[in-house]
């Protein structure tokens, strides 16, 4: 407790102080600060303190990289800052562009991702229940234990709908009643018989199948926000309450289900069709690249871009393709981690190599990724090396998942089925090459006693 304190208080100061802050948030291992001011940020002395991992600026965001921890530590360091916590997102600080996409994408999807990794875990384990006959698929536990795992993935608008909203500064319980209304079964029921014609005042629409769907609610939410604030720039404070959230619903829900809805199950399948295009025509290419480049992707960020096209591709064809090779990458920092733990005689770098070679291999590499693998080029090219190979071997078989969880091993239960070996031979041998490669490459601090 004392040293969450210290290291909260360390890094207040050395961001700049409270004044510097704008906003705060974190993710699994970061503290993700928006500063007024990055040039105020001592960078190189907050990399060297102790309990920092890293320092990321990317996306807009001062990012500290704090390890498995970091959840004691942003409380401490919330407290110092006045409690500038994700709900002072809306504002958007000074991102632009591309920044402003992938913030909105890190800020939407983390905070339901315990949610989808959970429900994923019970899925595959479920399903290696049945694998084994350990249970039937008509059993009556088996039911309800698959009706869990289930309505995460089917009431997914919903949980998108109230992410969103914190992220777009707009009410999250209207926003969360919206992505409902999409789910209402008097819609799904209608969908079921087959009648997806009917109109609303006089405008004929199609209704469309919203369970698990991304893009149509988070346009719908985004185009809420915008709304929301136009109505409460002229209400009365005295009708806020009742009738902003009534014009918000009556206008918001037809547009969705009129133009957006169907737009965004059109858009977000052809992003599917897409990807399955490229994948099942350039495998090997394919799986190559991402395994390799997975790494750097969580680097900067960016791997938050896939979420949504894992998401789609588990919404329309019942599995997904892309967190195979996301797992090679990530053994292969765990690999490297662990080639340079054998190889090294420093006790500090070899303290950092064994906790990260663990965490690795669970799932979490932002330890491995900041401690050893960024402070060479060897131990770099090593990972490339370790995820290309897992990745084309993924690639290669088609392996497939069927919910979210950490890997290669932290979510293994979402992998298991028919191409669960060639699982467990692409995450083997991603690590076995970027081990071999970083034991054999060397490391800088190999030297040193």
């Known amino acids: ?155 997914l608008p919903v949980l998108l709908a109230f992410s969103a909203a914190r992220k777009f500064g707009c009410n999250p319980m209207i926003a969360a009643a919206i992505g409902a209304v999409l789910l209402h079964p008097n819609f799904t029921g209608m969908v079921a018989d087959g009648n997806v014609r009917i109109d609303f005042a006089g405008i004929p629409f199609t209704l469309m199948n919203y369970s698990a769907s991304v893009l149509p609610i988070l346009l719908g939410i985004w185009l809420m926000s915008y709304l929301e604030k136009f109505i409460k720039s002229w209400m009365p404070k005295s009708l806020d309450l009742v009738f902003t959230p009534l014009l918000t619903l009556i206008v918001i829900v037809p547009v969705i289900l009129i133009v957006i809805g169907p737009l965004g199950i059109w858009c977000g399948n052809a992003l599917s069709a897409g990807f399955s295009f490229l994948y099942d025509k350039f495998t090997f290419v394919a799986g190559a690249l991402l395994g390799a480049l997975y790494p750097l992707l969580v680097m900067t960020g960016m791997h938050y871009g896939l979420l949504p096209i894992m998401l789609q591709n588990l919404s329309t064809n019942g599995y997904d393709v892309i967190l195979a090779l996301c797992a090679a990458g990530n053994t292969a920092v765990a690999g490297v981690v662990f080639g340079v733990y054998l190889k090294v005689r420093n006790r500090s770098t070899k303290a950092i190599a064994a906790s990260s070679t663990v965490s690795g291999i669970i799932g979490i590499i932002e330890p491995g990724l900041y401690g050893i693998v960024i402070k060479s080029k060897k131990t770099l090219a090593a990972v490339f090396a370790g995820g290309a190979a897992g990745g ?58």
Request: glycine share 12%; with cysteine.
């Open 1 to 155: 407790m004392k040293d969450n304190k210290r290291l909260a208080a360390q890094i207040v100061e050395l961001v700049g102080g409270n004044g510097n802050i704008d906003m705060l948030t974190h993710c699994m291992t970061r503290l993700r600060f928006v500063l007024k001011d990055d040039g105020k940020a001592e960078t190189d002395k907050l990399k060297a303190t102790d309990g920092v991992m890293g320092v990321v600026n990317s996306g807009g965001q001062f990012q500290v990289v704090i390890g498995n921890g970091v959840e004691n530590v942003y409380n401490e360091v919330s407290r110092l800052t006045d409690n500038k916590t994700e709900e002072a997102a809306a504002s958007g600080g000074k991102k632009k562009g591309l920044d402003r996409f992938f913030d909105a994408l890190s800020a939407i999807f983390v905070p339901i991702i315990p949610a989808i990794a959970g429900a994923g875990m019970l899925k595959g384990l479920l399903a290696l229940l049945v694998l084994f006959k350990w249970t039937s698929d008509q059993a009556n536990t088996f039911i309800v234990l698959n009706t869990i795992s289930d309505t995460v993935f089917y009431f």
């Open 392 to 449: 084309v071997i993924m690639g290669l078989f088609r392996v497939r998942n069927t919910g979210f969880g950490l890997n290669p091993l932290g979510g293994l239960p979402v992998f298991f089925g028919d191409t669960f070996v060639y699982y467990l031979i692409g995450i083997g041998v991603a690590f076995a090459v970027s081990a071999v490669t970083a034991y054999l490459a060397g490391f800088p601090e190999d030297n040193r006693q």
